[in-house]
């Protein structure tokens, strides 16, 4: 199993600020999914990315690809309580998927 | 998105009993099924891969006869957990994989307390 490694652990911001969290791995994957996840809810795909330096908008979040496709970033912009989740990071590999540890972000109204 | 539904959503049971969850895939067909586990502010660990019409793929760790899969068509499969014990209390996800897309897709979980 390939290691993702995510950070922040953990990220308290207040409603407005921007954030973002980062996934690096040593191994390369095909492509890296981001999710988000609810408490006592399965995680809910936010984004697939697969070309190295690829970069995807979706409204405020923006995520990039890394060029080595071995790490990647989610950048939150103008956070709101409503973005409030776990953030879990996966990089493909075939057809397993390997999750980073999550980054429990709390947005703070 | 693709929809995977889990059922049930909530599970409680007594010591020694079994316990079945059943992933379906809504509107796509998923030759494989994946089935995590996740303890509490933990992420999600890969527990089996389960392919329809063939036996189960387990990670290492994972007892096949604790955590029984069956892949029974192309849009359900159940897991089994046998003789239940507390330490079997966790949440329970399902995702299904999208031959198309590439991509896949969680189920809502389900929540299996052991009394």
């Known amino acids: 199993t390939q290691l993702l490694e995510q950070s922040p652990q953990f990220l308290s911001i207040q409603e407005g600020e921007n954030l973002t969290v980062y996934c690096n791995s040593s191994?390369?994957?095909?492509?890296l999914q981001w999710y988000r996840q609810e408490p006592g809810e399965g995680p809910v795909l936010l984004v697939t990315?697969?070309?190295?330096?690829e970069v995807k908008k979706l409204k405020r979040l923006t995520f990039q690809f890394g060029d080595a496709r071995k790490d990647s970033s989610l950048h939150i912009t103008a956070a709101q309580p409503g973005d409030t989740g776990l953030y879990l990071c996966?990089?493909?590999?075939?057809?397993?998927?390997?999750f980073g540890a999550g980054t429990t972000v709390t947005v703070r109204a | 998105g693709a929809v995977v539904s889990q059922h049930p959503s909530r599970v409680i049971c007594k010591s020694g009993t079994s316990v079945k969850i059943e992933c379906r895939s809504l509107?796509?067909?998923?030759?494989?099924m994946f089935w995590y586990r996740q303890f509490p502010k933990k992420s999600l660990m890969l527990m089996a891969t389960?392919?329809?019409?063939?036996?189960?793929?387990?990670e290492q760790g994972v007892e096949k006869d604790k955590f029984l899969i069956n892949h029974a068509s192309l849009t359900l499969s159940t897991l089994t957990v046998t003789s239940a014990h507390p330490e079997d209390s966790s949440f329970y996800i399902c995702?299904?994989?999208?031959?198309?897309?590439?991509?896949?897709?969680f189920g809502p979980g389900t929540r299996l307390t052991v009394l």
């Open positions: 996966a990089g493909r590999d075939d057809y397993k998927l390997s």
């Open positions: 990315v697969v070309t190295g330096g």
């Open positions: 389960s392919n329809e019409g063939s036996k189960a793929t387990y």
């Open positions: 509107d796509f067909q998923a030759t494989t």
């Open positions: 995702s299904a994989n999208n031959l198309e897309s590439h991509e896949q897709f």
């Open positions: 191994s390369v994957f095909s492509s």
